[in-house]
């Protein structure tokens, strides 16, 4: 792990086929973080399959392999370094199926490449009302990414015309400066990974432009302050059982810090242990700091003790966690429902990387969504484009936090029939109370 570079995590995130798997393989092959014999026999195994051109995309689709197989830790997780940082890259699938998986990914973040392509109607059909670039930008302002390059991709199929990249660079902007991202401090990068061109270098088919390649645009993100002085919080996104070692979860530090030989809880299930050992990228560290992605090995945990949206916690400051019969008041924004959200209704919420059902208790207030003034008490429902205050109950037990106490654990979205509803932030919580066991 290179000593003296900052670390980020960084989610590749935008529409199906706009190129970004593609387009990271091959940055991934100009930033020399896989070697020549790597990519060539990526290349060999594309002609394979017939698919010359996708050998960039099996980079990654190579590790899809080896997630379902579960080998390593850091199975979804490249690092590559620029000048100044060196980054994890997180390859969200860009499927409206996949968007759960997306969702835990961008919650893993600091920093986004957005991929849009070019292409005519490609990226129409990608900002259009339910298009998943939207709902991923809308995502990952939720999900507390602040910074953002815009990779208008697929500059070899729109013949690097600098009017069409005007064009997609507008229709982004609208979009992006309307769900609250700071549109002026964004760089919108020409590109193509298909042929490479303006990632690692310029290129002369884009001289009209005068911006940074895509590797100086990530290369300028500001690294954020890390949470250190707060409370302990790693949500767990996953646990291995690994021969030698015993049950291994894996999950990202979101505030505090976690050191060799600390006592820890994990929440909801109450689990109590020691911290062995800490990994990160294969080497062993001492310690893990926020943004960091860890796998860790507790004395005496077994499977049943630890599982994806848990969270782990020192005692003396326990992750909060709200009960069925407690609550949570959230502001949201509703981004998309074929109707309205009224009481009662029961979609599932991510939060962290925990999904699980909750109740719509009671509709508080309808909000206007720029001023955040009241614009009603008590509305009967909220629809597409408008924001409020809610009141809501988990079905099954949740760990979350008060947005101003521990912003990262904080956020959730609320996601039914494919797609996401509403994201919002939690105001208030009422943790209830553990159900008694009749005798």
Same mark, same amino acid.
């Given at each position: 792990m290179p000593k003296d570079k900052e670390h980020l995590n960084l989610v590749i995130i935008g529409h199906i086929d706009h190129g970004k798997s593609t387009m990271m393989g091959c940055m991934l092959i100009k930033t020399g973080a896989i070697s020549d014999r790597e990519a060539r026999e990526l290349e060999k195994l594309a002609k394979e399959y017939d698919r010359e051109s996708w050998s960039y995309a099996?980079?990654?689709?190579?590790?899809?392999?080896?997630?379902?197989?579960?080998?390593?830790?850091?199975?979804?997780?490249?690092?590559?370094?620029?000048?100044?940082?060196?980054?994890?890259?997180?390859?969200?699938? @860009?499927?409206?199926?996949?968007?759960?998986?997306? *969702?835990?990914?961008?919650?893993?973040?600091?920093?986004?490449?957005?991929?849009?392509? &070019?292409?005519?109607?490609?990226?129409?059909?990608? *900002?259009?009302?339910?298009?998943?670039?939207?709902?991923?930008?809308?995502?990952?302002?939720?999900?507390?990414?602040?910074?953002?390059?815009?990779?208008?991709?697929?500059?070899?199929?729109?013949d690097y015309d600098q009017a069409?990249?005007?064009?997609?660079?507008?229709?982004?902007?609208?979009?992006?400066?309307? *769900?609250?991202?700071?549109?002026?401090?964004?760089?919108?990068?020409?590109?193509?990974?298909?042929?490479?061109?303006?990632?690692?270098?310029?290129?002369?088919?884009?001289?009209?432009?005068?911006?940074?390649?895509?590797?100086?645009?990530?290369?300028?993100?500001?690294?954020?302050?890390?949470?250190?002085?707060?409370?302990?919080?790693?949500?767990?996104?996953?646990?291995?059982?690994i021969k030698g070692t015993g049950v291994v979860p894996v999950g990202r530090v979101e505030s505090g810090v976690l050191k060799k030989g600390d006592k820890i809880i994990i929440n909801p299930t109450g689990f109590k242990g020691e911290i062995r050992s800490i990994e990160m990228h294969h080497e062993e560290i001492p310690q893990a700091i926020p943004g960091d992605n860890i796998g860790f090995s507790i004395? &005496?945990?077994?499977?049943?003790?630890? @599982?994806?949206?848990?969270?782990? @916690?020192?005692?003396?400051?326990?992750?909060?966690? *709200?009960?069925?019969?407690?609550?949570?008041?959230?502001?949201?924004?509703?981004?998309?429902?074929?109707?309205?959200?009224?009481? &009662?209704?029961?979609?599932?919420?991510?939060?962290h990387t925990a999904q699980i059902a909750a109740k719509f208790m009671s509709l508080d207030k309808k909000l206007d969504q720029k001023t955040g003034a009241v614009i009603e008490d008590n509305p009967k429902f909220i629809k597409k484009n408008e924001a409020g205050m809610v009141t809501l109950q988990p079905i099954k037990k949740l760990c979350l936090e008060k947005y101003t106490d521990i912003p990262e654990m904080g956020r959730f979205a609320v996601r039914d029939m494919g797609r996401t509803v509403a994201v919002g932030i939690v105001k208030e919580i009422d943790v209830g109370a553990p159900a008694v066991k009749k005798a």
């Open positions: 099996y980079v990654f689709d190579r590790l899809k392999e080896e997630r379902q197989r579960g080998i390593t830790i850091d199975l979804a997780f490249r690092k590559f370094e620029t000048p100044s940082k060196y980054f994890t890259i997180i390859d969200a699938p @860009g499927h409206a199926d996949f968007v759960k998986n997306m *969702i835990t990914g961008a919650s893993q973040a600091d920093a986004a490449i957005l991929v849009v392509s &070019g292409k005519k109607g490609e990226m129409e059909v990608g *900002i259009a009302a339910n298009g998943q670039t939207r709902e991923h930008a809308y995502l990952a302002q939720t999900l507390g990414v602040k910074q953002l390059v815009v990779a208008i991709n697929k500059a070899d199929v729109w069409r990249y005007e064009e997609c660079k507008d229709a982004v902007s609208d979009l992006l400066r309307n *769900i609250g991202f700071p549109v002026k401090k964004i760089n919108f990068v020409p590109t193509s990974g298909m042929t490479g061109e303006n990632l690692a270098e310029k290129s002369d088919k884009l001289s009209w432009y005068d911006g940074p390649t895509l590797l100086e645009a990530i290369d300028a993100f500001i690294i954020p302050e890390k949470p250190t002085d707060k409370a302990l919080r790693v949500p767990i996104q996953d646990a291995y059982k004395r &005496g945990i077994e499977m049943k003790d630890v @599982g994806r949206g848990d969270c782990l @916690g020192h005692p003396s400051d326990p992750p909060t966690v *709200i009960f069925p019969n407690g609550k949570w008041e959230g502001q949201i924004i509703v981004i998309w429902h074929p109707t309205a959200i009224a009481q &009662g209704y029961t979609p599932v919420v991510h939060a």
